[in-house]
Structure formats: structure tokens, C-alpha cells
């Protein structure tokens, strides 16, 4: 069965970078793009942007563009996303996810909590 | 940016219809998909491509587009439906996805 399982929990400070991870299992990792999507404590769904993992392909919201980068280690079906310049409002629950059945976001990893404090 | 608004809450009586909207420009154009999220939990996809329902949801899920307004229904509405509803679309424009601010579903 198709699953996604994201790394642990991270606290870090205003101006570092986070890396998440998310391993993908029940299917074949290159043929379904892997999206990112985040949550701040209590607000809506915010989406971040995409990646191909077959050719590395990415496309990035407007918002993010230029201090978050999605990248994949094939090898052990595995998706990265990169925050950097961490600041407070940046702190949520981070989501990846894949459509794979449907022509939507079918297939949710379990989020990683980001908190970021001084 | 294109820009997709639901109600902040609806309420609805056990056994009784629900409907949650999404307004957009033209989104009768677009492909609407429809997730709920319980709390503490991951989102769950209940309406694909304004109305096919992904394998498992019930038919009582239920979804229409037309022109600036695509709709959720959920019939005879449970308990267990109680949870935030969200709209999304792909905006070709920008090359991205977008989500509806939210509805927060409470059965009464």
C-alpha cells in the first residue's frame, strides 16, 4: 500500500534551515510528483510546491521562491524539502504528499512539526 | 493570485445536508478537489475533479462546479463528518495549487 512517512519533529532558530524527509513506500517513488503543503498551528492549508522525482523537475509558490528547495535521493525513494532564513511564522506542520490514484493529492505523509524559537 | 473563499463555519443537525462553498473567478473552468481534516490529522481527499469520489468515501460526499461557485454536499450528515473542509484548484496562471480559506463543518 501506498505510503508516506516523514521525519521527526524539529525546533530550530530564526534564521537557520530545516531539512524534512519523506519516504515513500508502495509504489514506484519516480512516477508520481511529490508535493509539499504546510499548516500553521489553527490556519488553513498553504501549498509550497512540487517536485518530479523522476527528473528533478520542481515548481515553487511565488511565496516561497527563493528560500525552499525540494530535492530526492532515488536511490531510497525519499523527497527532501529545504526551508531556509527560518523566522516565527515559518513554524507548522509540514505535509508531503502525492497524487497517485487520482487526479489530486490522494496519498498524505503524517506531517513533521517545525518550531521555530529563539 | 487567484484567490478561492469558503464560509469560515457551517452547522447542520445529525441527518441533515450540508453544502460548503468555494467561490473563484470562473471556477467553473478549473478542476475542484475537496479534502476534510480532522484534528491532528493528515487531510483526507473526499471529492476529486468537482465530483468523483476517490474509492472509499461514501456516496453521501457529493461535489458540483459551476460557474464563479463549486459545492461540497454532504448528505445525511454524522458526527463523524465534524471536521475543517477545504476547496483546492490548480491555477494555471501561476503554476500552482491553491487552497479555499477553510470551513469548519460542526453537527449539532
Known amino acids: 500500500q501506498v505510503q508516506l512517512v516523514q521525519s521527526g519533529a524539529e525546533v530550530k532558530k530564526p534564521g537557520a534551515s530545516v531539512k524534512v524527509s519523506c519516504k515513500a513506500s508502495?509504489?514506484?517513488?519516480?512516477?508520481?510528483?511529490i508535493n509539499w503543503v504546510r499548516q500553521a498551528t489553527g490556519q488553513g492549508l498553504e501549498w509550497m510546491g512540487w517536485m518530479n522525482p523522476n527528473s528533478g523537475n520542481t515548481g515553487y509558490a511565488q511565496k516561497f521562491q527563493g528560500r525552499v528547495t525540494m530535492t530526492r535521493n532515488t536511490s531510497i525513494s525519499t523527497a527532501y524539502m529545504e526551508l531556509s532564513s527560518l523566522r516565527s511564522e515559518d513554524t507548522a506542520v509540514y505535509y508531503c504528499?502525492?497524487?497517485?490514484?487520482?487526479?489530486?493529492?490522494?496519498?498524505w505523509g503524517q506531517g513533521t512539526l517545525v518550531t521555530v524559537s529563539s | 493570485s487567484y484567490v478561492l473563499t469558503q464560509p469560515p463555519s457551517v452547522s447542520v443537525a445529525p441527518g441533515q445536508t450540508a453544502r460548503i462553498t468555494c467561490g473563484g473567478n470562473?471556477?467553473?473552468?478549473?478542476?475542484v478537489h475537496w479534502y476534510q481534516q480532522k484534528p491532528g490529522q493528515a487531510p483526507v481527499l473526499v471529492v476529486y475533479d468537482d465530483s468523483d469520489r476517490p474509492s472509499g468515501i461514501p456516496e453521501r460526499f457529493s461535489g458540483s462546479n459551476s460557474g464563479n461557485t463549486a459545492t461540497l454536499t454532504i448528505s445525511r450528515v454524522e458526527a463523524g463528518d465534524e471536521a475543517d473542509y477545504y476547496c483546492?484548484?490548480?491555477?494555471?496562471?501561476?503554476?500552482?495549487?491553491?487552497f479555499g480559506t477553510g470551513t469548519k463543518v460542526t453537527v449539532l
Open positions: 504528499a502525492t497524487s497517485h490514484d487520482y487526479n489530486a493529492l490522494d496519498y
Open positions: 508502495g509504489y514506484t517513488f519516480t512516477s508520481y510528483d
Open positions: 470562473n471556477i467553473g473552468s478549473k478542476s
Open positions: 483546492q484548484v490548480w491555477d494555471s496562471s501561476s503554476d500552482s495549487y491553491v
